[in-house]
């Protein structure tokens, strides 16, 4: 004949068996929480964010400067550098802010403020070199920045990240030998006048600041051409004059008088090579 539990044990029992169910449950709800949650989903969910934000697309500054007095070398080197940090944050910000904003949300709240910082900094570069050596003119124009359509993709590395990766026609034409002449693309060629063609006897002073200007100018067709195929039916009548050719003529302009401007440290300066400034869109 078994024995009854006294009084107290039973109180015992039943706590401990409550404390337990407590205990269970809570391990339940957890794990139901956390069904379906696999390792690398965080990462694969950031990567389908970014997808349809596309990249921002700067033009180089380093090919643009001329030589670097050893004095000025670790400022410009560390401002150099500042320019891919603001285009590696302004293209965080552009995957932090899919589809926010109306129509020009990321030219007022990403592009505009990154063209402001990048002006400061181009600045302090030419104010570095300009302490010791001739402070070099225009690179203001390289400042403002574009948006490139979703797998336009933008090169990276070194201190020309940021410029769109020239196409295979621009590299053929390193420093200018065979002509300024674009790639063709499916919504046209453009069209540049060669301007190696029509440069007098570069001194050799001025040979490395030539040949560095000249391939500046392939860079920005091939830019140029990259806009025009990642913004084809874009715009209105206007837009590849408007949006690409003229801001290409602006670019070619202020390469173009650096290049004079460094013939003519040694030699005579040569005149008249702005009317190779301008380009045309050949359909």
Known sequence: MSRALPKYNKRRVVMIGGASAVVLSAAVIAGSALAGETHGSGAQNATTKAAPAGTVNCPAVAPSLPAIPSTAKAEVDRNLTLLNTQIAEANKRLVDTVGQGGPNFVQNAILGPLKDKRVATINRIATAIGRTAAKP???????????????????????????????????????????????????GTITCPDVASQLPAVPASAKAEVDRN??????????????????????????????????????????IDRIAISIGRTAAKPTGLDSLAACTLTK
Do not use: H, M, W, Y
């Not at 990276?156 to 674009?182: E, I, R, V």
């Open 137 to 187: 003119q225009g690179l203001d124009s390289l400042a403002p920045c574009t948006l490139n359509a979703v797998g336009g993709g933008a090169a990276a590395g070194g201190a020309a990240t940021g410029s769109a990766a020239p196409s295979a026609t621009a590299t053929a034409q390193a420093g200018g030998a065979a002509g300024d002449t674009g790639a063709a693309t499916a919504a």
């Open 214 to 255: 000249l391939a500046l100018l392939n860079t920005q067709i091939a830019e140029a051409d990259t806009r025009l195929a990642n913004t084809v039916g874009q715009g209105g009548p206007n837009f590849v004059q408007n949006a690409i050719l003229g801001p290409l003529k602006d670019k070619r302009t202020s390469t």
